[in-house]
């Protein structure tokens, strides 16, 4: 009897175990096809996976843990020499006393990030002037530190500091990290979410969040080349605060590709807040093809340039020039570039440029910078009562000429300007 009662159960936990089975194997067909095995490639690994729905706070953190291993701090060691005083106490009395030379070596901090892997090693994009000395020195040695600590020599590849970017080379590193996404900049939106991600002092993660605020901002934004600027076009606005040290990273959007290179903040002592600057992805790509093609230091800023000081006529201008009327008078003119060479002189007033009438400098400043170097901008001339058509062959603006010319006298108009 008891062998009776065994044989039912038997059958039961048989019919039970099968069922089981394929029931294990239909959900294994349906939710693993794509694990190794025969007839299937083993799964691929690739950067975090990025969160495609969810609130704004999730997908924010899920774009930083995915970007975040591909951004590096880059320190930069400069060698120069400064004068120093033998006396620190004579100019404490107006007193100028004997000087001397001396050497000096400093640091510099920025950061990057990976845009492409090599046979051996990988390229960093950066800014410029993250990896370019002062005026007088010169860089001794560039060292990128990636996020898991490792401290890698590396080199300036090619720049181009009218364009504000500089690929760094690292070699012998087979551990550098996947390259980041690069987004099309040209369809961001205003208030969408903007993430700027450095190392400034090789703090692990700097995060800051805002949105873009503004597109196409053209900014004169100072060097470390102690005295002169540089004219940025183009400029992404975002009011994510860029940190010092947080130049050369990515500005990215939620979706973890990055839309922009960090570059610099608005100055605050002029009043302004939460304006940062960055340079869109779309110039970062076209600009980083034309380095990887042509290695070295590229000065090219793609903005037109005369080679003269221009002010907006006054009247008491007027009087000084014995000119009645109105134009933009020629303050200086640069030796042996564009504008010397056409013929024209200090004193001269441009009254039209290219058949349009000029009455503020901001005007000629401006059809100067949207004539592109190579072609010829035509400007009418009044030249010690002699009117004149001059014709001008536009150069490329030199990165380092600057926009502000030396001090002038109080009674000189001081928003000249140099194109």
């Known amino acids: 009897m008891q062998n009776l009662r065994v044989l039912p159960t038997l059958i039961v936990g048989l019919a039970g175990a099968v069922i089981g089975s394929f029931s294990m194997m239909l959900y294994a067909s349906t939710h693993f096809a794509g694990v190794a095995g025969p007839g299937n490639t083993p799964p691929s690994v690739n950067a975090a996976p990025m969160l495609t729905a969810g609130d704004d706070q999730s997908r924010i953190v899920s774009a930083v843990k995915r970007v975040a291993p591909s951004v590096v701090a880059i320190n930069v060691t400069v060698n120069g020499q400064q004068v120093v005083p033998l006396d620190p106490f004579a100019q404490f009395f107006g007193q100028q006393g004997p000087e001397r030379v001396q050497r ?25 002037h993250v990896v370019r000395p002062p005026s007088g020195s010169s860089v001794s040695s560039i060292q990128v530190v990636f996020q898991n600590g490792d401290r890698v020599p590396g080199h300036v590849f090619a720049s181009n500091i009218g364009a ?18 690069i987004a099309d900049s040209s369809k961001l939106e205003a208030g969408q979410w903007a993430i700027a991600i450095g ?3 090789e703090l692990k993660q ?3 969040l805002g949105v873009v605020s503004g597109f196409n901002r053209d900014e004169t934004i100072g060097n470390d080349t102690g005295g002169s600027e540089i004219d940025f076009k183009g400029l992404l606005q975002t009011s994510a605060p860029i940190n010092p040290g947080n130049s050369g990273g990515p500005l990215i959007d939620v979706e973890g590709r990055v839309i922009g290179v960090n570059q610099s903040t608005a100055n605050p002592q002029a009043g ?16 980083v093809a034309l380095l990887e093609k042509d290695p070295g230091v590229h000065q090219g800023t793609n ?33 042996g570039g564009p504008a010397d060479q056409a013929g024209m002189q200090p004193g001269d007033v441009i009254q039209k440029v290219n058949g ?3 009455t503020t ?28 058509l001059v014709t001008i062959k536009v150069q490329e603006r030199p990165a380092d000429v600057g926009v502000t010319l030396p001090q002038q006298p109080s009674d000189q108009d001081p928003n000249q300007q140099q194109p």
Do not use: C, H
Request: aromatic share 6%; proline share 5%; no cysteine.
């Open 361 to 388: 400098n901001d005007e000629v400043v401006k059809a100067i910078k949207a004539t592109k170097p190579g072609e010829t901008i035509n400007m009418e001339v009044w030249s010690a009562g002699i009117k004149k």
């Open 104 to 128: 000096f070596r400093a640091r510099a901090s920025g950061s990057g990030f990976v845009y492409s892997r090599t046979g051996d090693g990988g390229m960093i994009v950066t800014n410029a």
């Open 199 to 201: 190392e400034p002092f």
């Open 356 to 358: 349009q009438d000029v």
């Open 206 to 208: 700097s995060v800051s």
């Open 272 to 287: 302004a807040q939460g304006i940062g600057f960055a340079i869109p992805a779309n110039t970062v790509r076209e600009q």
């Open 164 to 181: 504000d970017l500089a690929l760094v080379k690292v070699d012998n590193y087979t551990k550098v990290p996947p390259p980041v996404e």
């Open 303 to 335: 903005t037109g340039f005369i080679g003269a000081a221009l002010e907006t006529v006054t009247p008491d201008l007027g009087v000084q020039l014995n000119y009645k009327g109105k134009g933009v008078a020629v303050a200086q003119v640069v030796s």
